[in-house]
Nanobody
Framework: QVQIVESGGGLVQPGGSLRLSCAATGKIFTRYNMGWYRQPPGRQRQLVALVTSGGSTNYADSVKGRFTITGDFTQSKTTITLQMDSLKPEDTAVYYC?????????????WGQGTQVTVSS
């Protein structure tokens, strides 16, 4: 059974930092695109950053230079970390971890429950 569990959200002042962590178990995710998405209030879910087991990364333009995604892919657990620096009020959102294996087979797309990040003074 796949489990995707996020942690590390909270309230931070503008200019501050937070680190989000995602623990993915139940499958070997080395062929998955692992990523963080966010959903601001009243808006659609949007990509923040992606990482692969080969080390490739991709970032939304709005977070380039401020956020860093890393992945630790093992047979027993995959951990995806999102280091968020120089946070802005517009970064406020629910952040979701995603494991996308749809290039392997249908239905292989898994989400965590989300963690709230609020940037406010």
């Amino acid at each position: 059974q796949v489990q995707i569990v996020e942690s590390g959200g909270g309230l931070v002042q503008p200019g501050g930092s937070l680190r989000l962590s995602c623990a993915a178990t139940g499958k070997i995710f080395t062929r998955y695109n692992m990523g963080w998405y966010r959903q601001p209030p009243g808006r659609q879910r949007q990509l923040v950053a992606l990482v692969t087991s080969g080390g490739s990364t991709n970032y939304a333009d709005s977070v380039k230079g401020r956020f860093t995604i890393t992945g630790d892919f093992t047979q027993s657990k995959t951990t995806i970390t999102l280091q968020m620096d120089s946070l802005k009020p517009e970064d406020t959102a629910v952040y979701y971890c995603n494991a996308d294996g749809r290039r392997i087979g249908p239905g292989l797309n898994f989400w965590g429950q989300g963690t709230q990040v609020t940037v406010s003074s």
